[in-house]
């Protein structure tokens, strides 16, 4: 039998005609990036791969390209940041931790997600818009992950600033579940083009 891959269509048809682009704001569709959820105790397992790993829940490392987000102690999200950059198979991710000894199992939730990324000085309040979460740098700062409800449904948020940003670099990831993502995409959207109204004299 032939091996064959899925192609990946993204849920936000509108993203790729009108992405939200400004020097306050930028929305952008990212969905298709590589998204694995490893669950269990992994330990020491991948830090051969990824020495950066964190192990503290709500932190995140970055790894080129890769995020590494420990949402909690039993729960590590890899997220891509670059359909360019894709992660290791899953099935690779599990023999290690099989050879490691680790109860732990890694699912691929790439076409199973909606990835957006909200980036700019108004990303803050636009956040703020949707999600009641408390986004003070010192509530969530920079190099963070949390879950929460936004826009009413279950997200992941992962917050990786732009380096070399003065004061409005913050960048947000966020991962929700595909049927899900093109509700997602107008929500932020529209909360974000309030910001763009300001802008306008």
Not at 164 to 193: I, S
Request: net charge neutral; with cysteine.
């Amino acid at each position: 039998m032939t091996a064959s891959a899925p192609v990946f269509r993204t849920a936000i048809p509108a993203a790729a005609v009108a992405p939200v682009e400004s020097t306050r704001v930028t929305l952008r569709d990212l969905s298709g990036v590589g998204v694995i959820l490893i669950q269990g105790n992994v330990g020491t397992a991948l830090e051969a791969r990824w020495p950066a790993l964190p192990h503290a829940p709500g932190q995140v490392s970055e790894a080129g390209d890769t995020l590494l987000c420990r949402l909690t102690p039993s729960e590590l999200y890899i997220l891509s940041t670059s359909p360019s950059a894709p992660l290791p198979p899953p099935n690779e991710l599990n023999a290690e931790l099989s050879g490691a000894g680790c109860f732990a199992h890694a699912t691929d939730y790439r076409h199973g997600s909606a990835v957006l990324r909200l980036s700019g000085p108004d990303a803050v309040g636009t956040m703020r818009k949707i999600c009641g979460l408390d986004f003070s740098d010192s509530a969530f700062p920079n190099l963070a992950v949390r879950q929460t409800n936004a826009a009413k449904i279950k997200t992941l948020i992962v917050r990786s600033d732009e380096r070399g940003g003065e004061g409005g670099g913050h960048r947000y990831y966020l991962v929700v579940n595909r049927p899900f993502g093109e509700y997602m995409w107008h929500t932020v959207r529209d909360a974000a083009l309030e910001f763009l109204e300001k802008e306008r004299p």
